[in-house]
């Protein structure tokens, strides 16, 4: 199996000044494409130990992918490590110069010169283009490894890998098929309740279960080899109706999206009021293009019990001709309540949050979660309230 690796560079991403979403996005790449990642690496902005790690993997992977430290400034030293790795000499090369002067003029600037800095890589290197930025990607192979030098701005990182890293190792290698994964998020149950359900399962070879806990949901994935495709979808089968009462989604679009596209479908629009959830709901739908026509944030001071808070919802609703209201009040002695709105019936539901140790950003996932929740049950004709393993269900009101 071809040893594919990734390389991080930078103080800022060493440090955990900033998160390193590359890496996450590239293994799911490479995964999607029969690529996993063996190995991820991270280096700071030093010259000799970047030589020392680009050396050192050179010896185990087949395939390296480089991210980071090819912009114009001093700390920017991949290109001159990866020429002393391999002995050479960083050379200039004016097709890129051209290019630069292109990407500034089009911008109505002129080049700085310490831009030329990022012209300049190993004299052996291929150029690997940039088309959206300055900074020039290049291959260069070390000790037999094929090793790709891409830059770290994201937007910049993820064309280069779609439309030219993975374009040539297909072509240079006979890549395996990518391999099958299928993946549910649940709402409301434990990491552990949910492990001792499935552990049991007698799992195809080369198949693995496994689970993401990122609070307040649960992915868990399936994932094998395309040729135990129908073993796989029959043990899916027993995983979705194990987990059914709590089942969120299926597949990776997310909640709000899945929301957003059901109400553009049935032409529904909505309104939204929350306290506790401080816009978190809004900003949520708002970013899925959800058809909303008036959201407003209140204070959390008022505590509403879950009769008025329905009749808040109605009043929305009816204010302003939409067909669905969602309402978040505020949270009380450790208790939270929603209302929900429809055009053929109001739900409110008032539920206490065991957890102690949750942050209130985490709390305020939950209450957003919970709410699209409700909705999404509605939608898919089930009772819209859920039974939740850390959730306490108070007090419902529905009609």
């Known amino acids: 199996m071809l040893v594919v690796e990734m390389l991080s560079t930078g103080d800022e991403v060493l440090h955990g000044q900033i998160v390193d979403t590359n890496a996450a996005w590239l293994a799911d790449c490479f995964f999607q494409h029969g690529l996993p990642l063996s190995t991820r690496t991270t280096v700071g902005d ?8 680009l050396l050192e993997r050179s010896l185990y992977a087949d395939v390296l992918i480089v991210n980071g430290g090819l912009g114009p400034t001093s700390d920017d030293l991949s290109a001159l490590a990866a020429a002393t790795a391999a002995g050479e000499s960083l050379i200039e090369h004016p097709e890129w110069i051209a290019c630069m002067e292109s990407y500034f003029a089009a911008r109505g600037r002129v080049m700085s010169d310490t831009n030329r800095k990022q012209a300049m890589i190993p004299e052996s290197a291929e150029l ?12 260069l192979t070390i000790n037999d490894c094929l090793m790709f030098f891409t830059p770290g701005v994201p937007s910049e990182f993820k064309v280069m890998v779609n439309d030219q890293i993975l374009p040539r190792l297909r072509q240079r290698y006979s890549l395996p098929p990518s391999p099958l994964c299928l993946r549910l998020t649940s709402f409301g149950r434990t990491e552990s309740s949910l492990a001792q359900q499935f552990d049991v399962l007698t799992l195809p070879e080369g198949c693995v279960m496994g689970y993401r806990s990122s609070m307040p949901i649960i992915e868990l994935k399936l994932t ?43 032409g529904l629009k909505v309104v939204l009021s929350e306290q506790f959830s401080a816009g978190l709901l809004s900003w949520n739908l708002f970013s899925a293009q959800a058809p909303i026509i008036q959201s407003e944030v209140r204070p959390s ?41 429809t055009p053929n019936g109001g739900y409110a539901q008032r539920v206490r949050y065991m957890p102690r140790n949750h942050s209130i950003k985490v709390q305020q ?28 269900q108070v007090e419902t009101l529905a009609h």
């Open 46 to 53: 030093n010259l000799d130990s970047l030589v020392d790690v």
């Open 365 to 392: 996932d939950v209450s957003v979660t919970l709410a699209l929740d409700m909705l999404s049950r509605w939608f898919n004709q089930r009772h819209v309230f859920g039974s939740y393993e850390w959730l306490e």
């Open 224 to 266: 094998g080899p395309e040729s135990q495709r129908q073993e796989m979808l029959r043990n899916w089968q027993m995983v979705k109706q194990g987990v059914e009462e709590n089942l969120l989604y299926e597949g990776t679009e997310g909640l709000p999206t899945i929301i957003s596209r059901q109400l553009m479908e049935r």
């Open 128 to 139: 690997v283009d940039n088309p959206v930025g300055t900074a020039c990607g290049f291959a």
């Open 301 to 341: 001071t008022e505590t509403l019990s879950i009769e008025r808070l329905l009749e808040e919802a109605k009043r929305m609703a009816t204010q302003q001709q939409a067909d669905i209201s969602i309402a978040i009040g505020s949270r009380h002695d450790e208790c939270l309540s929603l209302a929900l709105v």
